[in-house]
């Protein structure tokens, strides 16, 4: 018969895909409810998650764990079912008629075919989000955990190896116009920090203390978490004043950093919008600030060179006049030189009703302060403000040796202040402050920047930010793609295994094509790591597995077809 003519064996290809699809699936549920379950046990088990948030997250787990349970449940699957076919002669049989290898491995080939699809697909779009879902699921049950934590008579952990304990917790609602999205008094407070050599730095102990919460939209881009302790004793790391200690940190919440919980067409867009991951943002604002400090100082020395004094405002629209010669640096901040060498710097200040004050200082100093972190406001109704993302830098004058005068007294003060700060300056009469730019408008501006100086600096740090970043995604992509690929594998792998070691027994076939298989997973998210350091390697060990893998399968193939 003219091959044209020879059908294909549909009814023996229905019998081994829905042999094979059977096993899978339920190889594949097995492994995903034991995988999301442990996935679950340790955020239950650390009082991140009551019983019933515990099922929510399993559930949620489902998904996202099909990445690591579908490539092995389809691997095993094809094993025992291509194992059980040759097993009972069928296999023989069907060659016997005229069917050939290739023929036979049609339908695992088709059904990994699928499964790579199918996988492919959900790693696009649905897997990231559930992974979000889930992680949005622990951090925001930061406050429960808290609780949690301090009603079981456990020491709540902080970042940099700091326990708190507490005796006990209870709820306040917020105060009025405060931007925290909870609020705790704890009593009996009792913090420690721990050091790597097992010993403690210091520890501070307060009969009461606030806890106030803030989410990254009133706290960007990681949101805060502020512990006060009032009236407190402390020693050692803590020392630092017994009226009130605060400690400050970032919730936990790495979903902001990784791209593993990005779909992929956020993926994409993060090409044209870095800021959205919190590490470009951080170094994006820091340039900024730096491009608006330099910008301060021009203006200063231009100010000082054309009238020999600088005029600066307060938020409240009172201005100060100094006389001056000139900046001088003087570390992170800059020197006053005087109008006359030896002699005091003299201010005018303009206040409120049109008040007039005189003073003089041996020296003054300006220093440019970015805007200020979230919650560094007082605590009470503005705990928490947070710096208006417009504000940009400002001027902090700080003066020594203080002698003041008013216009209206013939005298001078008889007190001599060693040493007053201004914050919140800026010069009178220069541009508003500009709305925020986006990362390259930033980097065009500081192209040329002195080598060496704060904006380059930060420019530079930027610049490594956004390789990191176009790698990671890079790597992302090649991640998700060999996974699914991975599927396609793996079923080839057990399919020829379970054909050729027909007389062996199914696990013992299966352990034969799981290590190759279990080899193949690892470089995949081995590769994924190295792209940080370079994308030629990252590449080369991401795929390296599943070449090998199915250099493999090729072998085995040809070696089963000799017979």
């Not at 307060?206 to 960007?220: C, H, L, S």
């Not at 978490?225 to 803590?238: T, W």
């Not at 003089?360 to 007082?378: D, K, M, N, Q």
């Amino acid at each position: 018969m003219p091959p044209s003519m020879i059908r294909p064996p549909l009814i023996l290809w229905r019998f081994l895909a829905a042999d094979l699809l059977k096993v899978v699936l339920l190889t594949a549920a097995v492994l995903v409810a034991f995988i999301a379950f442990v996935a679950a046990f340790r955020p239950m088990a650390d009082g991140r998650l009551s019983p019933g948030q515990a099922l929510t997250f399993m559930a949620l787990a489902v998904v996202p764990m099909l990445q690591f349970a579908l490539p092995f449940a389809a691997g095993f699957g094809a094993t025992l079912a291509y194992h059980r076919f040759a097993a009972d002669n069928e296999a023989s049989a069907a060659m016997t008629s005229g069917m050939s290898h290739r023929s036979l491995l049609a339908p695992a080939a088709i059904t990994g075919l699928g499964l790579a699809l199918v996988l492919g697909s959900l790693n696009l779009e649905i897997i990231p989000r559930f992974l979000r879902a889930m992680q949005t699921m622990l951090g925001a049950d930061l406050a429960l955990a808290i609780v949690s934590n301090v009603e079981s008579g456990r020491a709540v952990r902080l970042p940099d190896g700091v326990l708190v304990h507490a005796k006990t917790i209870r709820q306040r609602p917020p105060e009025p116009g405060s931007k925290a999205s909870s609020h705790f008094i704890m009593e009996g407070v009792l913090a420690m920090k721990a050091n790597s050599a097992a010993g403690v730095d210091g520890w501070v102990a307060a009969q009461r203390a606030g806890v106030w919460m803030f989410d990254d939209k009133a706290a960007p881009p990681t949101g805060l978490v502020v512990i006060r302790l009032i009236d407190a004793e402390s020693s050692g790391a803590f020392e630092g004043g017994a009226e009130k200690i605060d400690l400050r940190f970032a919730p936990p919440s790495p979903f902001r950093d990784s791209t593993k919980f990005y779909p992929t067409r956020d993926l994409l867009r993060l090409a044209d919008q870095p800021e959205r991951i919190p590490n470009v943002e951080t170094r994006r604002r820091a340039l900024a600030d730096a491009l608006d400090a330099a910008r301060l100082e021009r203006e200063a020395r231009d100010s000082l060179a054309a009238s020999g004094r600088i005029v600066l405002a307060d938020p409240e629209g009172q201005t100060v006049s100094i006389r001056g010669a000139g900046l001088q640096p003087d570390g992170d901040r800059w020197r006053i030189a005087p109008g006359q060498p030896n002699k005091p710097i003299e201010l005018s200040w303009r206040l409120a009703g049109d008040r007039l004050r005189l003073q003089t200082a041996e020296r003054a100093f300006l220093r440019a302060v970015a805007p200020s972190a979230p919650g560094e406001g007082a605590f009470g109704p503005a705990l928490g403000a947070t710096a208006d993302a417009g504000a940009g830098v400002t001027l902090l004058l700080e003066l020594e040796n203080v002698a003041t005068q008013d216009a209206a007294s013939e005298a001078a003060g008889a007190a001599v202040l060693p040493a007053r700060r201004f914050p919140g300056l800026s010069i009178a009469g220069g541009p508003p402050p500009s709305a925020p730019a986006a990362t390259r408008e930033l980097l065009a501006a500081a192209a040329s920047a002195e080598d060496g100086s704060p904006v380059a600096d930060a420019a530079a740090r930027l610049r490594g930010s956004l390789l990191w970043l176009s790698r990671e995604v890079l790597s992302r992509h090649h991640e998700r793609a060999a996974m699914a690929v991975s599927c396609l594998v793996m079923v080839l792998s057990g399919a020829v295994g379970g054909l050729r070691l027909s007389q062996s027994r199914p696990l013992l076939v299966y352990a034969w094509s799981f290590a190759p298989s279990l080899l193949a997973i690892l470089t995949i998210y081995s590769g994924q790591e190295i792209f940080a350091n370079s994308v030629a390697t990252g590449v080369l060990v991401t795929w390296s597995g599943l070449a090998a893998l199915a250099a493999f399968v090729f072998v085995d193939y040809r070696r089963m077809s000799r017979h």
